[in-house]
């Protein structure tokens, strides 16, 4: 997939200088086999940094005035980054943008997410939207495809830019001047949501977060995350808690009662997972987090 992503920009013949830098995680396999080329540079780390870190040695080396943060499991389509890098050249007010997301079979993934809220974290830790997960109440309620996923289905696909409060962290192209104002990425987060914590400080600094439906990549998704599934849940916990801590300080104590009924009724589907040892210990450990908030 990794090969494929980087074929993928190379045909794409963006028509302005860039370079693409490959950041591996302490892999195993062959995945960084048969990649080479003038403006390709791999770093490999002797272990796995996480994400937000990784992707900071990224913009940290980078040289561009623009930063394209791109999943290994993506294929960029046509002349998309052409398309991304002029309405960043013609918007100025623009800190994060993103593109239409698809999938293989060509229908539209949700593109962004909406911020935080109890609700939010109701649904996920519970993972009670994945049983659900086309439900109309679940989907309007829980947010946790934000609030704009009626927006991007293959009945209702936005024409025009749109502004939301974050992007999905498959795809996503940053001012490098905004970022010298806003920071790089919270190293805090391991696993998921750094992406949103950026796109909450890039408004918090007068700067908008916006989707370029024009532009689109295919995604794959959950190739790797699929792997390991009770560590996943681990990290999505121990990220929430620490975005609420960091931006809403005052709802601590609520929050941790709603992700301590909300690990209680996770609980409940333990005994059915085939993974029963791993998912309970994994359960175990966000409930010792949570206590300990």
């Given at each position: 997939m990794l090969r494929n992503c980087v074929r993928s920009i190379l045909t794409s013949k963006p028509d302005f200088n860039y370079e693409i830098l490959i950041f591996d995680n302490n892999s195993s396999g062959d995945s960084l086999d048969g990649i080479s080329g003038n403006n390709i540079k791999i770093i490999r780390n002797d272990q796995n940094l996480g994400f937000a870190k990784a992707c900071n040695q990224g913009i940290r080396l980078s040289r561009g005035k623009y930063v394209l943060l791109l999943n290994p499991d993506t294929l960029v389509m046509n002349d998309s980054l052409n398309k991304m890098v002029y309405f960043l050249d013609d918007n100025k007010n623009v800190g994060i943008l993103g593109c239409k997301l698809?999938?293989?079979?060509?229908?539209?993934?949700?593109?962004?997410?909406?911020?935080?809220?109890?609700?939010?974290?109701?649904?996920?830790?519970?993972?009670?939207?994945?049983?659900?997960?086309?439900?109309?109440?679940?989907?309007?309620?829980?947010?946790?495809?934000?609030?704009?996923?009626?927006?991007?289905?293959?009945?209702?696909?936005?024409?025009?830019?749109?502004?939301?409060?974050?992007?999905?962290?498959?795809?996503?192209?940053?001012?490098?001047?905004?970022?010298?104002?806003?920071?790089?990425?919270?190293?805090?987060?391991?696993?998921?949501?750094?992406?949103?914590?950026?796109?909450?400080?890039?408004?918090?600094?007068?700067?908008?977060?916006?989707?370029?439906?024009?532009?689109?990549?295919?995604?794959?998704?959950?190739?790797?995350?699929?792997?390991?599934?009770?560590?996943?849940?681990?990290?999505?916990?121990?990220?929430?808690?620490?975005?609420?801590?960091?931006?809403?300080?005052?709802?601590?104590?609520?929050?941790?009662?709603?992700?301590?009924?909300?690990?209680?009724?996770?609980?409940?589907?333990?005994p059915f997972k085939k993974d029963f040892r791993s998912a309970l210990s994994y359960r175990l450990k966000v409930f010792k987090l949570i206590t300990n908030y």
């Open positions: 698809l999938n293989p079979d060509g229908s539209v993934q949700p593109a962004c997410h909406a911020f935080l809220t109890l609700t939010h974290v109701f649904f996920e830790v519970s993972q009670l939207n994945r049983l659900f997960p086309k439900n109309k109440f679940f989907i309007k309620t829980l947010g946790f495809l934000s609030n704009y996923f009626s927006l991007f289905t293959n009945y209702r696909v936005p024409t025009q830019p749109l502004e939301v409060d974050s992007v999905m962290g498959s795809c996503y192209m940053i001012r490098e001047e905004a970022l010298q104002k806003v920071g790089l990425l919270d190293e805090n987060f391991f696993l998921y949501h750094e992406e949103m914590e950026l796109s909450y400080r890039m408004w918090q600094e007068g700067y908008k977060v916006m989707i370029y439906p024009l532009a689109s990549i295919t995604h794959y998704g959950k190739h790797s995350t699929k792997k390991v599934p009770n560590f996943v849940y681990y990290e999505r916990c121990k990220s929430i808690l620490y975005f609420f801590r960091k931006h809403k300080n005052t709802q601590n104590r609520t929050l941790k009662l709603v992700m301590l009924m909300s690990l209680f009724m996770n609980f409940l589907s333990v």
